[in-house]
Each structure stands twice: as C-alpha cells, then as structure tokens.
Nanobody
Framework: QVELVQSGGGLVQPGGSLRLSCAASGGIFGIDDMAWYRQALGRQRELVAAISVGGSTTYAESVKGRATISRDNNKKATFLQMNSLKPDDTAVYYC??????????????WGPGTRVTVSS
C-alpha cells in the first residue's frame, strides 16, 4: 500500500510561518509531479502549489510571494513553506503525488491532510 504521511500543521498567528511536510512510502515508483492542495470549510479543494520533477513550480495567485514548494526525491517528499500567513489560509492541506503503483499504473496518491489554522 502506498502511504503519504503529512506533518507540520497547527495553529499560527497571522503573519507567522509554517512548513508542511509530506513523505511517501510503500510501492510508489516513477514519481512525477508533486503538489499541495487545501480545502477550507465550506469550500472546494483548491491547488496551492505544484512542482514538477524538473523543478518548475506553479502557485495559486492567493499564495504567490508567500509560499515555496520544494521536493526531495531521495526521501520521496515534498514540502510547502508558507510565510506571512493570513486567516484565509486556514484550511486542511493535502499533499498529492503522481506516480506509479506496484502494478506500474499511473495514479495520484493523496495524503490524509493536516489542518492549518491561522488565528490571533
């Protein structure tokens, strides 16, 4: 079974920073794009940031200049650094990894989510 383990969520004051981590384990191979999504209460899940195997990145307009996505291929991990956090950043954050399972089938694998609460 492929498992994505997330960490780094929690409570932070407006203007603060946090770093989210996501590491994959199990039978995942040929990892391609990695991404972070978030879902706020009563809203649809949205893309926050994505990074390709070549290092190109994509960010939602709402987090540009405040977020940085990175990856560690050796650890099969992706990280999301967020600065100058705003209350609107409050959401459950999910990591997503595109790769192949043990049957060599391409699939998107999702982490369990970690809650980020930005409040004073």
């Amino acid at each position: 079974q492929v498992e994505l383990v997330q960490s780094g969520g929690g409570l932070v004051q407006p203007g603060g920073s946090l770093r989210l981590s996501c590491a994959a384990s199990g039978g995942i191979f040929g990892i391609d794009d990695m991404a972070w999504y978030r879902q706020a209460l009563g809203r649809q899940r949205e893309l926050v940031a994505a990074i390709s195997v070549g290092g190109s990145t994509t960010y939602a307009e709402s987090v540009k200049g405040r977020a940085t996505i990175s990856r560690d291929n050796n650890k099969k991990a992706t990280f999301l650094q967020m600065n100058s956090l705003k209350p609107d950043d409050t959401a459950v954050y999910y990591c997503n990894v595109r790769g192949r399972d043990s049957f060599w089938k391409v699939d998107d694998f999702w982490g369990p989510g970690t809650r980020v609460t930005v409040s004073s």
